[in-house]
């Protein structure tokens, strides 16, 4: 799983999204929490664009 975020989340709430989330792949699917990979990449709003702007633009 890759989830894409803006920087400024704690390490608490990254620790609870990744718990929940494993959680929720392993009831959904069927899996072990250990076949669960999670990676977080915290993307600056100034390098996320959305609609052919700029998130840092407003």
Do not use: N, Y
């Not at 400024?8 to 929490?33: D, H, I, M, N």
């Amino acid at each position: 799983m890759h989830l894409e975020m803006h920087p400024g989340r704690t390490l608490e709430q990254k620790r609870a999204f990744v718990r929940e989330a494993t959680q929720v792949a392993v009831e959904t699917l069927g899996c072990p929490p250990e076949s669960v990979d999670i990676l977080i990449s915290e993307v600056p709003r100034d390098a996320w664009a959305k609609g052919g702007k700029l998130l840092a633009d407003g």
